[in-house]
């Protein structure tokens, strides 16, 4: 399977909003409703934001939202705070008991 | 709490051998599949299989990337999941990750381990 497109970077100041997109196909994004993102601080294991497109796992704030459209997948940060800075990677179930991943984005906070 | 503590990792030949552990807690790890995942030095993140719970038969799926090298493992009496890694390329060199699958037929991961650094010399 061929990685999702994400963009390289993101960036926005302290109480803005960013998209961060993920390009995949009709075999992965666009085919099931199973994307996830994950955020990764330097040094860190990847921590799961969204899951299943637009659901949060319990304790993960409301300004983090999923959504997708066709073969494209978007994750939201509203209201950036300074711990948002991270790299972010989307995923998406591949078919045939799968995953691909993406090849994640750095997001800055200005 | 739930929680994965990966081991094993290490210095090694490219070609030669090498085993990774999973060993968890907090949960009942026989009821969950488990997958590993690795990211190469500076890189993103990358599927590298699955293995099923016993419920599920166990039954294993792989990364093309790593198929007829890798190998996924369980041994549910000591609650850890093993990644045997043969036939070791350079590009190999990653830190590897466990994570829980959360329900069966689910293609995410909620909980990580913090990895071990396999680093395979040419």
């Known amino acids: 399977q061929s990685a999702l497109t994400q963009p390289p970077s993101a960036s926005g100041s302290p109480g803005q909003s960013v998209t961060i997109s993920c390009t995949g196909t009709?075999?992965?994004?666009?085919?099931?409703?199973?994307v996830s993102w994950y955020q990764q601080h330097p040094g860190k294991a990847p921590k799961l934001m969204i899951y299943e497109v637009t659901k949060r796992p319990s304790g993960v704030p409301d300004r983090f939202s999923g959504s997708k459209s066709g073969n494209t997948a978007s994750l939201t940060v509203s209201g950036l705070q300074a711990e948002d800075e991270a790299d972010y990677y989307c995923s998406s179930y591949a078919g045939s008991d799968s995953v691909v991943f993406g090849g994640g984005t750095k997001l800055t906070v200005l | 709490e739930v929680q994965l503590v990966e081991s094993g990792g290490g210095l090694v030949q490219a070609g030669r051998s090498l085993r990774v552990s999973c060993t968890a807690s907090g949960f009942n790890f026989g009821d969950y599949a488990m997958s590993w995942l690795r990211q190469a030095p500076g890189k993103g993140l990358e599927w590298v299989g699955f293995?099923?719970?016993?419920?599920?038969?166990?039954?294993?799926e792989y990364a093309a990337s790593v198929e007829g090298r890798f190998t996924i493992s369980r041994d549910d009496s000591k609650s850890i999941a093993y990644l045997q890694l043969n036939s070791l390329k350079t590009e190999d060199t990653a830190v590897y990750y466990c994570?829980?699958?959360?329900?069966?037929?689910?293609?995410?991961?909620?909980?990580w381990g913090r990895g071990t650094l396999v680093t395979v010399s040419s």
């Open positions: 009709s075999s992965d994004v666009g085919g099931y409703n199973y």
């Open positions: 994570g829980r699958v959360p329900r069966p037929n689910k293609y995410y991961f909620n909980y």
């Open positions: 293995i099923k719970s016993r419920t599920y038969g166990a039954t294993t």
